[in-house]
């Protein structure tokens, strides 16, 4: 009678299954350029039938390698986040590394407690989201032994050093050329909407800074919704009502504050102008389209990727300058 598949088939069962010893069938597994052809297909054919899944931890504990990296990012809802973990994620692929995710919610105690597990399961490396770790948290990681990369922020803007590696733009340069390209289209009572979160604020103080003057600001706790903006604007214009122009920490935010002028008849940017920040699809599709600053989102996921592999290629810390990839003011019709 057949073999019927386990789940708890073990190594030494491929090995009877396919007529070879225990160290063809590991390396098959581990090295399957340096097996024949038809050794190779035997031991395939012989995993398939009985369902084996390799221990890699074991494999992990005997090469100190797990070919894990783990990614920590706010939120997977949001388009911006998630198009840079999919260029991570691509680049780690083609070396062989596979991408472990967690989404912190923008709290710092579950971003900790995820960086314990992931140091736990013994990860090659780490790709976290901004630059406000925690002095206690940056030092663990800095003895970790592991290579680190901060993304979607640079040193300066809040005055933390990088733990290891960077890749990402300045918040607060960002939001100091939103309130520019206001400022240059004659608008000179601003306001701000965004989420509360460090990003969001460094964006804030950048925007505040330009503009020389006071800013109406609304902060949103996050996760921020779309239906967010139209709240904040209705508060915004009731301690404000001579605000001329808008800047939204997002494309979806600045999305909802056009269809909450829609239902209040104001003429956008006759009577509002409306800036967002991302350059999402969004952004492109509204009527009147919204101008935005435009970040390479995927550009930030495929550097990270670079970094982490050079590193674990070289083995050991160097240093490494920060990669600014910088961002690009996009005026369309709502300025």
């Known amino acids: 009678m057949p073999r019927q598949p386990s789940a708890k088939a073990r ?10 010893s225990l160290v063809t069938v590991s390396r098959a597994i581990n090295t399957p350029d340096l097996v024949a052809p038809d050794t190779l297909a035997a ?11 390799p221990n890699l931890t074991a494999g992990s504990l005997a090469s100190n390698r797990s070919r894990i990296v783990a990614a920590i990012v706010p939120t997977i809802s949001n388009l911006v986040f998630s198009e840079t973990v999919e260029a991570l994620a691509q680049r780690l692929t083609q070396d062989g590394y596979q991408l472990l995710l967690g989404q912190s919610g923008y709290c710092l105690d ?12 013994r990860v090659d490396g780490l790709v976290l989201t901004g630059t406000n770790q925690p002095a206690s948290l ?8 592991i290579p680190v990369v901060q993304t979607w922020d640079l040193p300066g803007d809040n005055g933390n050093k990088a733990i290891d590696m960077l890749v990402g733009f300045s918040n607060r340069a960002a939001g100091a050329a939103a309130a520019g390209h206001l400022l240059q289209r004659g608008h000179r009572t601003l306001a701000f909407i965004g989420a509360d979160e460090p ?13 020389r003057r006071e800013v109406a600001a609304e902060l949103i706790v996050p996760p921020v919704q779309v239906d967010a903006a139209a709240d904040s604007l209705h ?18 935010l600045a999305a909802g504050v056009l269809f909450a002028c829609q239902q209040r008849g104001l003429a956008v940017p006759g009577s509002l102008a409306v800036m967002g920040f991302g350059d999402l699809p969004i952004a492109r599709a509204a009527h009147p389209a919204l101008s935005t600053l435009r970040i390479d989102r995927a550009a930030i996921g495929a550097q990270a990727g670079r970094l982490l592999l050079e590193r674990m290629a070289q083995g050991g810390r ?7 990839i910088g961002f690009e003011v996009i005026q369309r019709a709502s300025t």
Not at 200 to 206: P, S, T
């Open 318 to 324: 160097k240093s490494s300058k920060p990669c600014d």
């Open 11 to 20: 190594m030494s069962d491929v090995a009877h299954a396919a007529g070879v």
């Open 138 to 145: 940056r030092t663990k990681l800095r003895h970790a032994g």
């Open 110 to 121: 579950r971003e900790a407690a995820l960086i314990d597990a992931f140091l736990g399961r």
């Open 43 to 53: 031991v395939k054919a012989a995993v398939d039938k009985l369902g084996y899944v």
């Open 235 to 252: 508060r915004l214009m009731a301690r404000r009502p001579d605000i001329t122009a808008v800047f939204c920490n997002n494309d979806l």
């Open 199 to 211: 990003r969001a604020r460094e964006r804030l103080a950048g925007f505040t800074a330009a503009a």
